[in-house]
């Protein structure tokens, strides 16, 4: 391995969740609290706030912040101190009206799942683990090996070891069922520790300490519709200007969909099939022998309006993205300092803020 793309798509961040996995509850405390007092996780009184402990109060802010469902900016003044805001994708999801706000929906976390890997990635160790492994078997010490290379050719400053270390034992009990006392793997307790388990997607090699393995098994509980969301989305940031894109890059290429979801390209194309018969924004077209996503309008528009469709509409049931943005103006203003979001996106941010 001679290069990575980590630099690209992903910010330096290692051990920032305290070795807490996201729990059941947290992500939604934390857009009701953020949005109820931006300076909320700066507060001494911020465990009584949230109801957890200290440790529990930082890993709740970083997993809201990798989870793109709030955005950072300073405070101000003579502060060095960052405020964080809720983004308007945390509203959509969690508000009391909106998608699915207690996530009951198993759909809800794949989603979830994929925003946490998506550019800019917060998690860089995860963001490896998913796209970067070249098997789907790995103990604990190679992913950690991996990681720091990928670091490396980077160019980032190295984290101490053992934070890599932290990042790679906390994916693996975000994913992997775990045997309790009281249940077994996959058991609601189980799931109550962190609810990610429910995904399938990673399980413990039998008789080998601390060795993982990526399931191979049918994502039965991720919809079509949260697939054709994330191509059209990784669409939007790699093939805006083609119109399309082929599914052998969505099912291969790293940060692809098929990489984060450990889906194949089969999977993909009946997937779109499926959408493409209900939405006629895109088509699956097979030209020379390569099958090809079309989209005949802005990629990223199409993604929600086939996401929000799985919710039954939940986009009109919250506040819209401009009145959120014009509600949370310090939201305009970072999301325009970054450059993030569509154009579109950014031309509201940049005429609010």
């Known amino acids: 391995m001679s290069e990575t793309r980590l630099a690209e798509v992903a910010r330096p961040a290692f051990a920032r969740h305290e070795t807490f996995a996201p729990r059941f509850g947290w992500l939604r405390k934390a857009f009701e609290a953020v949005e109820e007092n931006r300076e909320v996780f700066l507060q001494n009184d911020a465990p009584v706030t949230l109801g957890v402990g200290k440790n529990m109060v930082n890993a709740i802010r970083y997993w809201a912040y990798a989870f793109k469902l709030t955005v950072e900016h300073p405070k101000g003044g003579t502060s060095r101190a960052f405020t964080a805001s809720p983004t308007w994708e945390a509203c959509w ?32 160790t995860w963001w490896v683990a998913f796209h970067a492994l070249p098997t789907s078997r790995f103990s604990e010490n190679e992913l950690a090996d991996l990681v720091a290379r990928h670091v490396r050719l980077a160019g980032w400053e190295a984290p101490v070891s053992a934070s890599i270390s932290k990042d790679v034992d906390c994916l693996t009990k975000m994913y992997a069922p775990r045997k309790t006392p009281t249940g077994s793997p996959g058991s609601f307790e189980d799931l109550l ?29 991720l919809p079509s519709r949260v697939i054709a969301y994330a191509c059209l989305d990784y669409a939007s940031r790699h093939d805006h200007a083609s119109g399309s894109v082929a599914l052998a890059r969505l099912a291969n290429e790293l940060g692809g969909p098929g990489r984060a979801f450990r889906i194949r390209e089969p999977e993909i194309a009946s997937a779109l099939e499926e959408v493409s018969s209900q939405h006629d924004g895109i088509t ?39 009145d959120w943005l014009a509600v949370h103006p310090e939201l305009a203003a970072e999301l325009a300092r970054r450059g993030l979001g569509t154009p579109e996106e950014l031309a509201l941010a940049e005429e609010i803020a």
């Open 93 to 124: 999801l969690f508000h009391e009206h909106g998608a699915d706000p207690y996530l009951e929906d198993t759909a809800s976390l794949w989603l979830l799942h994929w925003w946490l890997l998506s550019p800019p990635c917060y998690a860089p």
């Open 193 to 221: 520790d962190c609810p990610f388990r429910e995904l399938g997607l990673l399980e413990a090699v039998p008789g080998q300490a601390r060795t993982w393995r990526f399931t191979s098994a049918a994502r039965a509980s």
């Open 284 to 322: 699956v077209t097979d030209a020379v022998g390569q099958r090809s996503l079309a989209f005949h309008r802005a990629p990223k528009e199409l993604a929600w309006e086939i996401l929000d469709a799985h919710y039954g509409a939940a986009a009109l049931r919250v506040p819209s993205r401009a």
